[in-house]
């Protein structure tokens, strides 16, 4: 038993020895591998010192208070619509260009609201296929009921047409809010929505944007491309830039702080973080910011506001005459003897001005004894002035000074035979051709009266402007020709053209039948009056 034991003893003494061992061993290769290992560190940097994680510490600014004065404020607008069936989604399921670049100003300057819904697909013989398109957008709170100011194209189709749903997201909040339309204006590219977020919400400040200078501070904040309270900051590049977008009552702010798709309908901002303007396009070639913005000035937009929450439209006066936005008219009217004023260029049948005895070639000097500028300067007054005034033209016809009373008149029913409620024509052109699977690149406008008496058989339709370009352009067709007819097809009206287009398709040949009045003498005024000359102006439609 002894025996036993002291074997025993012996065998527990060997294992633990036996584990002294492999203790120390592996004690000793730990120790080893570590040395092994901080020298090689140690040979990789030798001279480093590893660095150190400060404490946080915020570095304030202006941009910094702006930002977080403005969070709350911004929003961020989603819309969805399913467009109609018509020859603008049949041309989509075939692959070929939206139809917006017949238009000059859309080619320069584009929407920024980003088109995320899937084409039409199917062959050229698939019928039309409706699916819902998303668009989105900015906008911002401008009362703590829930009223948002943003952009008319952020929550239209592509034709002008309200959406049929829109939702509005704040910075923060998860909620998605449903929002409705209270008024829109398509002449200024402004809407105003309203939430109802059951609770006090934070607006905006407003500034004069009159008081905005060139070199001044610019910050812009949205949504680009999805991307929420994104804040980009620039300077004031131009103010009161004009002629550069479809509306005619659009003067912009033009800056450098970066814009994109999707912060249309958000704020402009001095440094002070008050709003100075509604961002709305910009000027680029690759779709994307490239330093040239522009924003509407509040002050205007204000007023569309104001409009708007008390009506849910704009109205505005007319008198109901256009003019030519030509520099040679300016320069006629320089060789008239006048630094001022406004040739008249057709005068509307049954319009106040025709009441009043304003005739083509008038050249109207001044409203209620206070001297037009041009154009832009008499539309601006007379859009402003409340329907029914009465005031008096002061104008020049054939070197003899001239008064007209005229009252104003409601803009959209003087032109309600051009356009649809929601697009009333420019007073300088008309709007660009309707949606077809072909285009002319042309702006034409009904014939006036002393412009159909040149014309054979009484009718036509007059080109105010050529797309640079364009098939017109390229068949040689110019601007003040009158078309009578295309393809042996009598043309006495802008519907008629579209009919004609609607027919057609690329690779066609065309024929115009146009009425063009012979060169003038310079200083001429009466260049309407000369004795015109029937031309045939064809080719083949380009293939897309």
Do not use: C
Not at 201 to 229: M, R, Y
Not at 245 to 267: C, E, L, M, V, Y
Not at 470 to 481: H, K, L, N, V, W
């Amino acid at each position: 038993m002894k025996l036993f034991d002291k074997v025993r003893q012996q065998k527990l003494l060997s294992t633990t020895l036996l584990l002294i061992t492999l203790s120390v061993g592996i004690l000793i290769g730990t120790l080893v591998n570590t040395g092994v290992k901080a020298a090689r560190d140690q040979q990789n940097a030798p001279d480093a010192t590893p660095l150190v994680i400060p404490h946080a510490q915020e570095v304030g600014n202006e941009f910094t208070k702006l930002a977080r004065k403005l969070d709350p404020s911004v929003v961020n607008i989603t819309a969805d619509y399913t467009p109609k069936a018509d020859a603008r989604v049949h041309r989509r399921g075939q692959d070929q260009d939206d139809d917006q670049g017949d238009d000059q100003s859309q080619d320069l300057f584009r929407r920024f609201f980003g088109n995320r819904g899937p084409g039409t697909g199917g062959g050229q013989d698939a019928p039309p296929q409706a699916f819902k398109r998303e668009q989105s957008g900015t906008g911002f709170i401008v009362d703590k009921n829930g009223y948002i100011i943003t952009n008319h194209h952020v929550v239209s189709d592509g034709q002008g047409n309200p959406v049929d749903h829109i939702f509005v997201k704040m910075h923060g909040d998860s909620t998605e809010y449903r929002a409705r339309v209270v008024g829109m204006d398509n002449e200024t590219d402004i809407a105003v929505l309203k939430i109802d977020a059951k609770r006090p919400l934070t607006p905006v400040s407003i500034a004069n944007s009159d008081g905005v200078q060139v070199g001044d501070w610019a910050v812009a904040i949205g949504s680009p491309f999805g991307l929420e309270a994104t804040v980009t900051a620039g300077i004031i590049s131009a103010t009161g830039r004009g002629n550069i977008g479809p509306g005619q009552f659009q003067k912009f702010i033009q800056t450098d702080a970066a814009i994109n798709p999707g912060n249309s309908g958000g704020p402009l901002l001095n440094i002070k973080g008050d709003v100075i303007g509604v961002n709305t396009m910009i000027a680029t070639n690759n779709g994307g910011s490239q330093g040239v913005g522009f924003a509407l000035p509040m002050n205007m937009v204000v007023r569309v506001y104001n409009d708007l929450i008390k009506d849910g439209k704009v109205t505005r006066g007319s008198i109901g005459v256009t003019w030519p936005r030509d520099p040679k008219a300016d320069t006629l009217i320089k060789a008239m003897g006048f630094d001022h004023g406004v040739i008249v260029g057709e005068v509307k049948q049954g319009g106040p001005a025709d009441k009043a005895g304003v005739k083509v070639d008038d050249i109207i000097l001044g409203l209620n004894g206070q001297q037009i500028k041009d154009g832009d300067d008499l539309i601006a007054r007379v859009a402003d002035t409340p329907v029914g005034t009465p005031i008096t033209l002061n104008a020049d016809r054939d070197g003899k000074k001239m008064d007209f009373k005229v009252t104003i008149a409601d803009r959209a029913q003087i032109w309600a035979d051009r356009v649809g409620p929601q697009q009333v024509p420019s007073e300088t052109s008309v709007k660009p051709e309707s949606p077809t699977q072909v285009k002319f690149g042309i702006y034409p406008r009904p014939a006036s009266e002393e412009e159909r008496q040149l014309t054979p058989d009484k009718h036509g339709v007059t080109v105010t402007r050529v797309e640079p370009g364009s098939f017109a352009e390229e068949i040689g067709m110019q601007e003040r020709d009158i078309i009578i007819g295309i393809n042996r097809t009598a043309v006495s009206s802008v519907d008629d053209i579209r009919k004609i287009q609607s027919t057609l398709k690329p690779g066609d040949a065309v024929a115009f039948r146009i009425v063009r009045a012979t060169p003038v003498a310079p200083g001429n005024r009466r260049a309407s009056a000369q004795a015109p000359v029937t031309r045939f102006l064809s080719g083949t439609l380009p293939q897309d």
